[in-house]
T-cell receptor, first 111, second 112 residues
Framework: RKEVEQDPGPFNVPEGATVAFNCTYS??????FFWYRQDCRKEPKLLMSVYSSGNEDGRFTAQLNRASQYISLLIRDSKLSDSATYLC????????????FGKGTSLLVTP | DAGITQSPRHKVTETGTPVTLRCHQT?????MYWYRQDPGHGLRLIHY???????DKGEVSDGYSVSRSKTEDFLLTLESATSSQTSVYFC???????????FGSGTRLTVV
């Protein structure tokens, strides 16, 4: 089983739509979880951390289910500028804060 | 945003030549990482450092070595470049686990 798995997409949605991405991870000892955003030919940038109680940042909501080892990201009221690849990220226990990255889910928001 | 810079940004080299990529940070972060990103594989960890002269291997370390003689610099060396090492290389820094990484802008390396 891969350490972090995501549906690669692409997800094509119209502006204003709500879209959800899911991710599963294999190491139950992982303690830190993140969503990163990566634009074409650019470096990944931190979108948000994911906390056990769930957290929201504007139009973005992240959820964590430790029992199922499942992470989600919900984007409401999609904008054209949300078009990017979204990477699910989980720490590698006992490896100096190293992170495991999913391969990413591609989102295209259309007018 | 410039707490981390990578050089060079682009490089074309020949098979069999040594290549060194540089990562420089101004954040005084303890942890530094080298990843490569390839289509179909995502980001994969090559090596990481948890302090000056303290480094460890990642999942794809074969053919690569690293050095960290100063807090601010982390060098990645391809001892003898091969075509399979054509990739985009990202350096990242981290102060604590809770805040994730900050990435450099990447180095596009082509081995011909």
């Amino acid at each position: 089983r891969k350490e972090v798995e995501q549906d690669p997409g692409p997800f094509n949605v119209p502006e204003g739509a709500t879209v959800a991405f899911n991710c599963t991870y294999s190491n139950s000892a992982s303690q830190s979880f993140f969503w990163y955003r990566q634009d074409c030919r650019k470096e990944p940038k931190l979108l948000m951390s994911v906390y056990s109680s769930g957290n929201e940042d504007g139009r973005f909501t992240a959820q964590l289910n430790r029992a199922s080892q499942y992470i989600s990201l919900l984007i409401r009221d999609s904008k054209l500028s949300d078009s990017a690849t979204y990477l699910c990220v989980v720490n590698k226990p006992n490896s100096g804060y190293a992170l495991n990255f999913g391969k990413g889910t591609s989102l295209l928001v259309t007018p | 945003d410039a707490g981390i810079t990578q050089s060079p940004r682009h490089k074309v080299t020949e098979t069999g030549t040594p290549v060194t990529l540089r990562c420089h940070q101004t954040e005084n972060h303890r942890y530094m990482y080298w990843y490569r990103q390839d289509p179909g594989h995502g980001l994969r960890l090559i090596h990481y450092s948890y302090g000056v002269k303290d480094t460890d291997k990642g999942e794809v370390s074969d053919g690569y070595s690293v050095s960290r003689s100063k807090t601010e610099d982390f060098l990645l060396t391809l001892e003898s470049a091969t075509s399979s090492q054509t990739s985009v290389y990202f350096c990242a820094i981290s102060g604590t686990l809770n805040y994730g990484y900050t990435f450099g802008s990447g180095t596009r390396l082509t081995v011909v």
